[in-house]
């Protein structure tokens, strides 16, 4: 029987993993990655706000990797909405750091408390003076903004300020995603049963082409509407003569 073959599916080690005939052909790269996820998740806490972010996004797309790899599902590993949460405020906090990056790249970092609304209002008020009153008016103006940044020009103002409204608008983003990223993180998993379960899988490599078999016996029950039986076979322990 296949329990005399794989032993209790419910006790299985490689409880949860399921595998396909082509897995078998990767199953070294496979575990290979594996290995790496758990040693992302080494010393990261998840109740510590968006702090070791970097680590856990590389971790879920270390299981995407294996995922694609062998099309084995390990997405059940992890909340799939808080991590696509947690992306969001990658993606975010890129993308402002990207643009306060590219305006200290030519002014001093005061220019950022500046209200790039009030100042391109002003400037389109000074374009529309009258020829004297705005070139006295532009070059006061260019004057002023030359304590953020000496190589400042007329030309160049517009510039600026798309710059400066360009950060505000990724900060605002940034800023408002804080929250909603760090209560993402605390419910994205529980880190030590991953950790455990992937150590086990990892472990118990040699058993995984007869695991292999129950994945097969599992899949043709399934096809015959016999998710019951299965259900039963995975969560308790049978009498093996019965399977």
């Known amino acids: 029987t296949i329990c005399d073959l794989v032993g209790q599916p419910s006790q299985?080690?490689?409880?949860?993993?399921?595998?396909?005939?082509?897995?078998?052909?990767?199953?070294?790269?496979?575990?290979?990655?594996?290995?790496?996820?758990?040693?992302?998740?080494?010393?990261?806490?998840?109740?510590?706000?968006?702090?070791?972010?970097?680590?856990?996004?590389?971790?879920?797309?270390?299981?995407?990797?294996?995922?694609?790899?062998?099309?084995?599902?390990?997405?059940?590993?992890?909340?799939?909405?808080?991590?696509?949460?947690?992306?969001?405020?990658?993606?975010?906090?890129?993308?402002?750091?990207?643009?306060?990056?590219?305006?200290?790249?030519?002014?001093?970092?005061?220019?950022?408390?500046?209200?790039?609304?009030?100042?391109?209002?002003?400037?389109?008020?000074i374009q529309g003076k009258w020829f004297l009153p705005r070139y006295f008016a532009r070059k006061s103006f260019v004057q002023k903004l030359r304590f953020f940044s000496q190589s400042l020009t007329k030309d160049s103002v517009p510039h600026l300020l798309d710059d400066l409204h360009a950060y505000h608008k990724c900060e605002k983003e940034y800023t408002e995603l804080q929250s909603p990223a760090a209560k993402a993180m605390s419910m994205l998993m529980n880190v030590d049963e991953v950790r455990k379960k992937l150590q086990s899988w990892v472990d118990n490599e040699s058993r995984m082409r007869d695991w292999f078999q129950w994945c097969e016996y599992r899949s043709q029950l399934l096809d015959m509407n016999l998710k019951p039986l299965v259900d039963i076979l995975e969560r308790t322990e049978v009498e093996p003569s019965s399977v």
């Open 12 to 125: 299985s080690p490689l409880r949860g993993l399921i595998i396909s005939k082509d897995f078998l052909t990767h199953q070294s790269e496979f575990v290979s990655l594996l290995r790496e996820a758990i040693s992302l998740l080494e010393g990261i806490s998840l109740s510590s706000g968006t702090e070791g972010l970097d680590a856990v996004l590389r971790f879920i797309s270390v299981l995407k990797q294996a995922e694609t790899l062998t099309g084995t599902n390990l997405s059940f590993l992890y909340n799939k909405k808080s991590a696509e949460k947690l992306n969001d405020y990658a993606t975010a906090k890129s993308a402002f750091d990207k643009q306060k990056k590219a305006v200290l790249g030519y002014c001093r970092e005061e220019i950022l408390t500046q209200d790039a609304v009030s100042l391109s209002m002003q400037w389109q008020e």
